[in-house]
Every structure is written in structure tokens, then in C-alpha cells.
């Protein structure tokens, strides 16, 4: 073989080696290209593979859950200003009835640290509740300022009690002089219900009236009446209950104050009314009364049912309204005395006796003083003396510090039942210091025990 032979054979070989080489080249490039592919879906798939079974486990895991601690609400459940004595249930009963509206307009609550904003947003204290936060007062002093007034009522708020605040309850009052009423705007509603117990209270010389105004509308659910009876003060509205008289047949010339000291001469009044006709305002004979003291209703009905005034004769009874929803039980412990117009019937005082308590004629104050009571004492026996023989004649006596029965009452002993019987008949129904005279028969045997 030649040498240009040899040398083709080489660079043929040499030509085979590169083309191996770069085939091998290419295949490992292919092989590692396809190998990090392989590798890149394996990684990935072991990822799957080691997620999977942590949510397999989170899926199908029993064990207990940590208990979470419960959050503390700041604004949830507080009640806005003037509804801090309604339940949610009564809130929406007032909603429903329109007293307040749907979308309310509140204060948004002040962060901790954060100031207030200066701006007032209306709350629910001010316009939502205005119609239950008012009331109406009737038959105020002439002449009477807006500033009086407001003071005269949160000074008596405070007295009794019933102011649920430091500051004044009474936010505003109108007077309309020409009309003579006026109204007042309390800060709650529950103060403006309790505020209704000063209904008949005395200002300046007058009784005032204290009503509802026309708009309001009652809130279901709570009570319309105060829970609180003023000392002192007698209403001028008569509720419906089992202790409520009725109290007819009187003379149409009397006026409020002559028939309240007929029938306080048994105890102090809690409510009195004695109606009257709107067009003259003159009485039409009868009224309603109810005592502080429940057991003074069956001596009222034992002392004036059936008593002779003027030219009248009382009906006193329990009113039938009252009466309606009580129990049998109650009301055959405490009968009622019916009086039929024109029958005659004996009082449970029983038949006549020797000894006369008069009432209504003199006031405790009044018999102080020893020459007013001899004065008194001296009238009464020249007064009597003319119907009969006058045994004896008691008047107990105010004694300081000594609580004495029967004072305020007299009690004329007379020799005989029939000089007693007649003047009963000649002294009830008279005036004495402008005062009605109601008489009744008086037990001789307590009368000599001093038990009055």
C-alpha cells in the first residue's frame, strides 16, 4: 500500500471518529435534555406526592380542634341614649308602631383614645323618642316662666327620687299662656312615666294636670302608669281597680275641694276626679276616688253610703268597672254596699245610738291652740244643745310626737238614741268653717274606752 493510500485510510477513520464523537455529543445532550425533564416532573410530582397526604390527613383527621377565644364586644347590645330601659323586642314592637324610624341616625361609637367628632349626629335620645319623652301640663299658674317650671319639676324629681341622673331631667319646657298648658321634655322615657305621679301636684296654689300629649302612642310592653305614689299629691286620674269608688248623688253647687274633705275625713286620697260637664264645667253629681290606705275604702262606703246632704242622698259604692276582674274570693271579703235611689236601707253603722261622731268640721292644726279649741268646743255644744240633751262632748287634741285616735273627729254623747237620731238628721249635710258635715253613729261602750 502506497503512503497516499495509507493517509486517505487515516483521514477516513479520523472522519468516522469526529462523526461518532459528535453523535455522542448529541445523544447525551437529547438523554440530559430528556433526563432534567423526567427529573423536573418527578420533583413535581413528589411535591404532589407530599402535599397529598398532608390534606388527606387535614381531611380525615380526628384530633380536637384548639377552642378559640372569644371576642369581647365593644358596641354590640349597647343601648342608645333614651332607650336604656327597652328590650330589643319592645325596640321593634316601636318601630312597628312607628315611633321610631326604620333607619335610625346614631352616634357612631368613640374609639379609645379617639377624640369625638365635633359635628352632633342626631341620636335616639333626642328626636326618636320625643313623642314618649313629653308631656302635657293643664291648668298652670297665670303668669308662669319656662325657667320656674323646669325647676319646680326636676327639684321635685329629685325629692322623690326619681331622677336617674345627676343632671336635670326636664331638658325643655313650652308654655302656652294664652291656653294655659304647657309641655315638658324629659331626657328618658322612663323618667318621663314616672314623672306622671306628680299628676295633681300643687304649684304655685294650682292643682296641675299632667297627661299623655294627643301623638303619643303607647309602647308595647312597658308600663304606661308610674310605679311610684307621691305623698302628698292626689291624682286627678282614677285607674281601674278593685279598691276604685264611686261615689254618686252629690249636690251639683259642691266643688273639688269640698268633696275631696268629705271623703279625706276617712284617710288620704290617692287619686280623686269628680266629673264634670265639658260645655259649663259644672259638676254632674258623682265621682271617683281611690285611698292611699286600701283599708279606709269599706269605712268610706260604711260611713257615706246612703247619708242624707242637702237635699240628696249619697250612693257610695265600689265602682263596677273596678270590681269587674277581681277575684270571688276578694270581693266576698270585702262586700260592696249597694244604695237603691228611693229605699231607704240602714248603714252598716247599725241603729242609732247615743253618741254622734261628726267629721269633716276641724283640721288637727285647728285645735293647737287652747282658746281656738275652746272656741270650737264652745260652738259645737251651743249647736248640738238644740236637738237634745248633751251628755258629753270629746275632741281629741293633737299631742307632738303621739300619734292620737280619733283626732280630727267629735264625738257628742247625748242622754237619749232619739235626741242623737235627730240631730244626725238636722247637722249632716251643713257646713261648718266651710266645711261639709258627714255624721254617723258611734259604739257608746268604745266611746267611754276612748277607743277612737
Known amino acids: 500500500m502506497s503512503d497516499f493510500d495509507e493517509f486517505e485510510k487515516q483521514l477516513s477513520?479520523?472522519?468516522?471518529?469526529?462523526?461518532?464523537?459528535?453523535?455522542?455529543?448529541?445523544?447525551?445532550?437529547?438523554?440530559?435534555?430528556?433526563?432534567?425533564?423526567?427529573?423536573?416532573?418527578?420533583?413535581?410530582?413528589?411535591?404532589r406526592d407530599h402535599r397529598s397526604p398532608s390534606r388527606e390527613h387535614k381531611k380525615h383527621s380526628h384530633s380536637p380542634k384548639r377552642a378559640r377565644k372569644k371576642r369581647t364586644c365593644k358596641y354590640w347590645d349597647v343601648p342608645p341614649l333614651g332607650f336604656e330601659h327597652i328590650t330589643p323586642l319592645q325596640y321593634k314592637a316601636m318601630q312597628a308602631a312607628g315611633q321610631i324610624p326604620t333607619i335610625a341616625l346614631l352616634t357612631p361609637p368613640t374609639l379609645p383614645g379617639v377624640a369625638a367628632a365635633s359635628a352632633q349626629v342626631p341620636v335616639a335620645g333626642s328626636q326618636m323618642t320625643r313623642q314618649a319623652r313629653r308631656l302635657y301640663v293643664g291648668n298652670i299658674p297665670f303668669g308662669v316662666t319656662e325657667e320656674s317650671m323646669a325647676e319646680f319639676f326636676n327639684a321635685q324629681m329629685r325629692l322623690a327620687g326619681l331622677s336617674q341622673a345627676p343632671s336635670n331631667p326636664v331638658l325643655a319646657v313650652q308654655i302656652n299662656q294664652d291656653k294655659n298648658f304647657a309641655f315638658l321634655e324629659f331626657r328618658s322615657v322612663d323618667e318621663t312615666t314616672q314623672a306622671m305621679a306628680f299628676d295633681g301636684i300643687i304649684f304655685q296654689g294650682q292643682s296641675l294636670k299632667i297627661?299623655?300629649?294627643?301623638?303619643?302612642?303607647?309602647?308595647?310592653?312597658?308600663?304606661?302608669?308610674?310605679?311610684?305614689?307621691?305623698?302628698?299629691?292626689?291624682?286627678?286620674?282614677?285607674?281601674?281597680?278593685?279598691?276604685k269608688l264611686f261615689i254618686g248623688g252629690l249636690p251639683n253647687y259642691l266643688n273639688d275641694d269640698q268633696v275631696k274633705e268629705l271623703l279625706t275625713s276617712f284617710g288620704p286620697l290617692k287619686?280623686?276626679?269628680?266629673?264634670?260637664?265639658?260645655?259649663?264645667?259644672l259638676s254632674k253629681g258623682y265621682a271617683f276616688c281611690e285611698y292611699v290606705d286600701i283599708g279606709a275604702t269599706d269605712q268610706a262606703v260604711a260611713g257615706l253610703n246612703g247619708m242624707q246632704l242637702g237635699d240628696k242622698k249619697l250612693i257610695v259604692q265600689r265602682a263596677s268597672v273596678g270590681a269587674k276582674n277581681t277575684n270571688p274570693a276578694a270581693v266576698i271579703e270585702t262586700p260592696v254596699m249597694l244604695q237603691v235611689p228611693g229605699l231607704q236601707q240602714l248603714q252598716t253603722s247599725g241603729l242609732p245610738t247615743e253618741v254622734l261622731c261628726l267629721l269633716n268640721m276641724v283640721m288637727p292644726e285647728?285645735?293647737?291652740?287652747?282658746?281656738?279649741?275652746?272656741?270650737i268646743l264652745e260652738d259645737i255644744r251651743d249647736e248640738c244643745c238644740?236637738?237634745?240633751?248633751?251628755?258629753?262632748?270629746?275632741?281629741?287634741?293633737?299631742?307632738?310626737?303621739?300619734?292620737?285616735?280619733?283626732?280630727?273627729?267629735?264625738?257628742?254623747?247625748?242622754?237619749?238614741?232619739?235626741?242623737c237620731q235627730k240631730a244626725m238628721q238636722a247637722l249632716t249635710g251643713r257646713k261648718f268653717a266651710n266645711r261639709v258635715v258627714v255624721t254617723k253613729y258611734y259604739d257608746p261602750d268604745m266611746y267611754h274606752r276612748h277607743e277612737f
Open 13 to 47: 477513520e479520523n472522519r468516522q471518529e469526529r462523526e461518532r464523537e459528535r453523535h455522542r455529543k448529541r445523544s447525551r445532550s437529547g438523554s440530559a435534555g430528556r433526563g432534567d425533564k423526567h427529573r423536573s416532573w418527578s420533583k413535581d410530582r413528589k411535591s
Open 211 to 243: 297627661r299623655r300629649p294627643h301623638d303619643y302612642r303607647p309602647l308595647p310592653g312597658i308600663s304606661e302608669q308610674p310605679a311610684f305614689h307621691v305623698p302628698g299629691v292626689v291624682s286627678t286620674v282614677v285607674p281601674d281597680s278593685p279598691h
Open 271 to 281: 287619686a280623686f276626679n269628680l266629673v264634670k260637664d265639658s260645655a259649663t264645667s
Open 366 to 375: 285647728e285645735l293647737v291652740d287652747d282658746e281656738d279649741y275652746e272656741e
Open 386 to 419: 238644740k236637738y237634745g240633751s248633751v251628755r258629753s262632748i270629746e275632741i281629741p287634741r293633737p299631742v307632738k310626737g303621739v300619734e292620737v285616735p280619733g283626732c280630727g273627729k267629735i264625738f257628742v254623747e247625748y242622754v237619749s238614741a232619739a235626741d
